[in-house]
């Protein structure tokens, strides 16, 4: 094998339903009938890159929002999270669909969601929950609408700042409707929607994938509305669920008000709590690296100063995490930056000594090599300018793709 890829009604309160909020301690058994086919990694209320509604919420409006499954299954249930909301979130009314074009859904296709039996809900502030059951017939990569329609005053929402894809808002209740006339509004965040699961085409068994880490994995730099993500090419490529679990700007050893929390306090939530995860590939250091590189960068705090070996424990922390549920994890070496608002002499010293040590301690189950593999041949230390987005530090749509094609043969064998 390559050494570079390698192996080692008003709203009734979820409790009062006898709904099962989901807490982390649902037991495998129980999980296992469901297969995670998307997730979102929820955030804290912020600013973000591109205007959104977090901070704003939601008052006597529907949200519409469009995701692409990557398993399939002849029942679907959504997954919601109030997870940094300080009050009780009450949803209305909910809606799953097969997608049309852009706001619109297919005819016919309209299921409404409940919850304990009824369409109206409240989610606890800090909760998270899962619809019932739906019956809807879907394949891999077919995408999806969601639809939440919230009569009352939300406050902030818990979100997903970075979707690459468009996210639609109505005045009223628009929660059936099949054409996107009533959708003016548009955003290109994720509003308390976590995840899409799916049920009954396949045996119920553990295959599914978890790409962790911040913006590369979130899919900074892909053409929006295309799902040309790293996620969305690994799909392509394996026939297992591959799921996203990426915040742009996330740091693996500290919390961020714009780019979520640390990912030792998020890591069983974004990923060994989906339901069906075998593996998970981690792909995250470079902001704690670079951050204190960058000069005028007023998001880009805390920016401690970090050396390698807080790195390293930082990652064993997750390695230990993962093994305590029996999934393997996959570690994937920091891609080339060199040139970046990330880079300087320290940050060269200790993203070198993380590799190095990513490549050669033989605690990751496996490795992949994504620095050597996208590396400028001209200059290591730079991203291959055919991967590159404008930035050099992300990829772009080709550089993605190249990222799932270096690790699909991993996930098959």
Same mark, same amino acid.
């Given at each position: 094998?390559? #050494?570079?890829?390698?192996?080692?009604?008003?709203?009734?309160?979820?409790?009062?339903?006898?709904?099962?909020?989901?807490?982390?301690?649902?037991?495998?058994?129980?999980?296992?009938?469901?297969?995670?086919?998307?997730?979102?990694?929820?955030?804290?209320?912020?600013?973000?890159? =591109?205007?959104?509604?977090?901070?704003?919420?939601?008052?006597?409006?529907?949200?519409?929002?469009?995701?692409?499954? =990557?398993?399939?299954?002849?029942?679907?249930?959504?997954?919601?999270?109030?997870?940094?909301? =300080?009050?009780?979130?009450?949803?209305?009314?909910?809606?799953?669909?097969?997608?049309? #074009?852009?706001?619109?859904?297919?005819?016919?296709?309209?299921?409404?969601?409940?919850?304990?039996?009824?369409?109206?809900?409240?989610?606890?502030?800090?909760?998270?929950?899962?619809?019932?059951?739906?019956?809807?017939?879907?394949?891999?990569?077919?995408?999806?609408?969601?639809?939440?329609?919230?009569?009352?005053?939300?406050?902030?929402?818990?979100?997903?700042?970075?979707?690459?894809?468009?996210?639609?808002?109505?005045?009223?209740?628009?929660?059936?409707?099949?054409?996107?006339?009533?959708?003016?509004?548009?955003?290109?965040?994720?509003?308390?929607?976590?995840?899409?699961?799916?049920?009954?085409?396949?045996?119920?068994?553990?295959?599914?994938?978890?790409?962790?880490?911040?913006?590369?994995?979130?899919?900074?730099?892909?053409?929006?509305?295309?799902?040309?993500?790293?996620?969305?090419?690994?799909?392509?490529?394996?026939?297992?669920?591959?799921?996203?679990?990426?915040?742009?700007?996330?740091?693996?050893?500290?919390?961020?008000?714009?780019?979520?929390?640390?990912?030792?306090?998020?890591?069983?939530?974004?990923?060994?709590?989906?339901?069906?995860?075998?593996?998970?590939?981690?792909?995250?250091?470079?902001?704690?690296?670079?951050?204190?590189?960058?000069?005028?960068?007023? =998001?880009? #705090?805390?920016?401690?100063?970090?050396?390698?070996?807080?790195?390293?424990?930082?990652?064993?922390?997750?390695?230990?995490?993962?093994?305590?549920?029996?999934?393997?994890?996959?570690?994937?070496?920091?891609?080339?930056?060199?040139?970046?608002?990330?880079?300087?002499?320290?940050?060269? #010293?200790?993203?070198?000594?993380?590799?190095?040590?990513?490549?050669?301690?033989?605690?990751?189950?496996?490795?992949?090599?994504?620095?050597?593999?996208?590396?400028?041949?001209?200059?290591?230390?730079?991203?291959?300018?055919?991967?590159?987005?404008?930035?050099?530090?992300?990829?772009?749509?080709?550089?993605?793709?190249?990222?799932?094609?270096?690790?699909?043969?991993?996930?098959?064998?």
């Amino acid at each position: 094998m390559n #050494k570079l890829v390698s192996r080692a009604a008003a709203p009734l309160a979820a409790g009062a339903l006898g709904l099962t909020l989901l807490t982390g301690t649902e037991s495998h058994a129980h999980r296992a009938a469901w297969t995670a086919a998307w997730a979102a990694s929820p955030q804290l209320p912020a600013t973000g890159f =591109t205007p959104n509604w977090s901070q704003e919420g939601f008052s006597g409006q529907t949200v519409r929002q469009v995701v692409r499954l =990557t398993g399939g299954g002849d029942r679907a249930r959504i997954r919601l999270s109030n997870a940094y909301g =300080t009050s009780p979130l009450d949803i209305t009314g909910a809606t799953i669909a097969r997608t049309d #074009k852009g706001a619109a859904v297919r005819p016919g296709s309209v299921r409404h969601l409940t919850f304990g039996g009824r369409r109206s809900v409240t989610i606890p502030a800090h909760g998270q929950l899962s619809s019932d059951a739906a019956a809807l017939s879907l394949a891999r990569l077919d995408s999806v609408t969601v639809t939440l329609h919230l009569a009352g005053t939300t406050g902030p929402a818990t979100f997903h700042s970075q979707a690459w894809a468009d996210s639609y808002r109505a005045e009223g209740d628009h929660r059936a409707d099949t054409g996107g006339a009533a959708f003016q509004d548009r955003s290109r965040s994720w509003y308390y929607l976590s995840g899409v699961d799916v049920s009954g085409t396949r045996p119920a068994g553990r295959d599914g994938v978890v790409l962790f880490g911040d913006s590369i994995t979130d899919g900074f730099g892909s053409t929006p509305n295309a799902n040309r993500r790293y996620s969305d090419a690994l799909a392509e490529r394996v026939d297992r669920p591959v799921l996203n679990a990426g915040i742009g700007g996330n740091l693996l050893l500290n919390d961020s008000a714009w780019y979520g929390e640390r990912s030792s306090a998020r890591f069983r939530r974004d990923a060994l709590d989906l339901p069906g995860v075998s593996t998970v590939v981690l792909l995250q250091g470079v902001n704690d690296i670079g951050f204190s590189e960058a000069r005028d960068q007023p =998001t880009y #705090k805390p920016s401690p100063v970090l050396s390698a070996a807080e790195l390293i424990a930082g990652y064993r922390e997750l390695i230990r995490a993962a093994h305590e549920r029996d999934v393997e994890i996959i570690g994937s070496t920091l891609l080339p930056f060199k040139g970046t608002t990330h880079w300087g002499a320290r940050a060269e #010293k200790v993203s070198a000594e993380v590799n190095d040590w990513i490549r050669h301690s033989g605690e990751f189950d496996a490795v992949v090599d994504f620095d050597r593999l996208l590396a400028d041949p001209e200059d290591p230390q730079r991203l291959n300018p055919a991967y590159a987005y404008e930035d050099g530090l992300h990829p772009d749509d080709d550089g993605y793709r190249r990222m799932a094609e270096i690790l699909a043969p991993l996930l098959r064998a």
